[in-house]
């Protein structure tokens, strides 16, 4: 795609002027009852009240801001690229016709406006971003970094919400209802399959706990495994190795050795040493 490199820095920039039968960049009316909403609009629900707001106020003051539309195949017919909002808003308000500009969009740039346009106001849940990020990244091919770079946010904060994607369906559900917060649902993907994600969602559901009571619940449930193993002192050769890998990493290394294998611990401090690691080790 001609355009990546613009993406990122607002609706207009997303996507230039191009030859076509309508002038691009014009502003008309064009009937509501034409508008075939964005097929890759990430965001699932609209809160009913402030539909109902904005519903009041475009009845009021009329749609300030136009829609971005794509001419569709079939004569007058067109596919709503930004702006879901105010066309359900309008139609609640009954308007007729709304002020539309025109532009050229793939649709990858279907996805990549919709997911911009909803990100910039915070308006999706994280698993509605989620689902988004991993559209753009499994249908496009577009790598972590690159998403970031389109949405305005770092490659650790996609890669932990496309990871929401992982959790069992108990806690997704949990999270989609606002029993539990994003951070809960970071918390519990620590743990390693859905069984003991949905016993810890339990205890946290039943005790009330927050996030960090919840980071310290699992990790009371992950450490009572592996207790024994971290009282024995690291070898001589077992500390060569971790000085090996921190030298390669850049970052503190635990090697632990247990009757069948072992595991690697990787340390970090911010996102951004976080970044740096994922880096070094996806090679991305």
Do not use: C
Request: glycine content about 8%; hydrophobic content about 40%; cysteine-free.
């Amino acid at each position: 795609m001609a355009n990546k490199s613009r993406l990122g820095k607002g609706l207009d920039a997303l996507i230039p002027p191009a030859e076509s039968a309508i002038p691009q960049g014009d502003l008309q009316q064009i009937p509501v009852a034409n508008i075939r909403p964005n097929p890759h609009q990430p965001r699932n629900q609209f809160a009913e009240e402030q539909l109902s707001e904005l519903a009041e106020s475009i009845r009021t003051h009329g749609v300030i801001q136009p829609l971005i539309v794509r001419q569709a195949t079939g004569g007058g017919q067109y596919t709503l690229i930004a702006g879901e909002r105010r066309l359900q808003a309008a139609r609640l308000a009954g308007l007729d016709t709304v002020p539309v500009v025109f532009r050229e969009a793939d649709d990858q740039t279907l996805v990549e406006l919709a997911l911009v346009e909803n990100v910039q106001r915070a308006d999706l849940s994280p698993l509605e971003a989620a689902e988004a990020y991993q559209q753009l990244h499994e249908e496009f091919n577009l790598a972590h970094k690159d998403i970031a770079a389109r949405v305005g946010k770092s490659r650790v904060a996609i890669t932990n919400t496309i990871g929401l994607l992982d959790l069992s369906k108990d806690v997704k559900q949990a999270l989609a209802g606002g029993e539990i917060s994003e951070g809960h649902a970071r918390a519990l993907k620590a743990l390693e399959n859905d069984k003991a994600q949905n016993a810890a969602l339990q205890s946290i559901l039943r005790q009330g706990l927050n996030v960090r009571q919840s980071e310290e619940l699992v990790r009371k449930l992950k450490g009572g495994k592996i207790s024994q193993a971290k009282q024995r002192p690291a070898s001589a050769e077992t500390e060569a190795l971790q000085a090996r890998l921190r030298d390669a990493l850049g970052t503190k290394v635990n090697l632990q050795h247990g009757a069948k294998g072992g595991r690697i611990t990787l340390y970090y401090y911010s996102d951004e040493e976080l970044d740096s690691l994922l880096g070094k080790l996806l090679d991305d």
